[in-house]
């Protein structure tokens, strides 16, 4: 079973400021099968990036992903207020079918 | 724009039977090269894969280790639907149930279309 582990678990930043989101598996991902989604409170998960690095129908390109094997980053370059949410790391593949990671949340400072 | 509509109730006693069901617009459950899931989310087991079904050639099933005596996935090819049921429920079901649909025509897997979810309380 492959483990995803987010890292931090909060992040508390500042709007204009950059944030940099970590995933990481405990087996190698196929980078393919790495995406990115975003989850505001009462709504379902949105999908940002796929593929490890691109970017989802609609997503601006201030959110950019990148990674391989093992270690992967969600950057936001600059935060809008819209930005803080939690996010989450999905892979797939193996037994489960896909896993979840368990979520860092981007806080407003 | 594929769309998904869950429906079904939302609280259970202990033991019984889990009904939800996602309808369809924008895409066939028939569909070669899409797949459609079951997601619970709970504070205690946060995002969880419960199971998919998708038709390629056949119809295929799969199901999460943690609830595979217990789920079945269907199709209803009729009404451009699928269901999920999870049998004898516990409080530790509890959770907001989602149906998801992942794109398996291409290189990528991923969720790209999610319904609005339900909150399923057991509590007796």
């Known amino acids: 079973e492959i483990v995803l582990t987010q890292s931090p678990g909060t992040l508390s930043l500042s709007p204009g400021e950059r944030a940099t989101l970590s995933c990481r598996a405990s087996q190698s991902v196929t980078s393919n099968y790495l995406a990115w989604y975003q989850q505001k409170p009462g709504q379902a998960p949105r999908l940002l990036i796929y593929g490890a690095s691109s970017r989802a129908t609609g997503i601006p390109d201030r959110f950019s992903g990148s990674g391989s094997g093992t270690d992967f980053t969600l950057n936001i370059s600059s935060l809008e207020p819209e930005d803080f949410a939690v996010y989450y790391c999905q892979q797939y593949g193996g037994s489960p079918v896909c896993s979840f990671g368990q979520g860092t949340k981007l806080e407003s400072k | 724009q594929v769309q998904l509509q869950q429906s079904g109730p939302g609280l259970l006693k202990p033991s019984q039977t889990l009904s939800l069901t996602c309808a369809i617009s924008?895409?066939?459950?028939?569909?070669?090269?899409?797949?459609w899931n079951w997601i619970r989310q709970s504070p205690s087991r946060g995002l969880e894969w419960l199971g998919r079904?998708?038709?390629?050639?056949?119809?295929?099933?799969n199901y999460a280790v943690s609830v595979r005596s217990r789920i079945t996935i269907n199709p209803d090819t009729s009404k451009n639907q699928f269901s999920l049921q999870l049998n004898s429920v516990t409080p530790e079901d509890t959770a907001i149930y989602y149906c998801?649909?992942?794109?398996?025509?291409?290189?990528?897997?991923?969720?790209?279309?999610w319904g609005q979810g339900t909150l399923v309380t057991v509590s007796s």
């Open positions: 079904t998708y038709y390629m050639s056949k119809w295929y099933n």
């Open positions: 998801a649909r992942m794109d398996i025509g291409g290189a990528t897997r991923h969720f790209d279309n």
């Open positions: 924008g895409d066939s459950v028939s569909s070669n090269s899409a797949a």
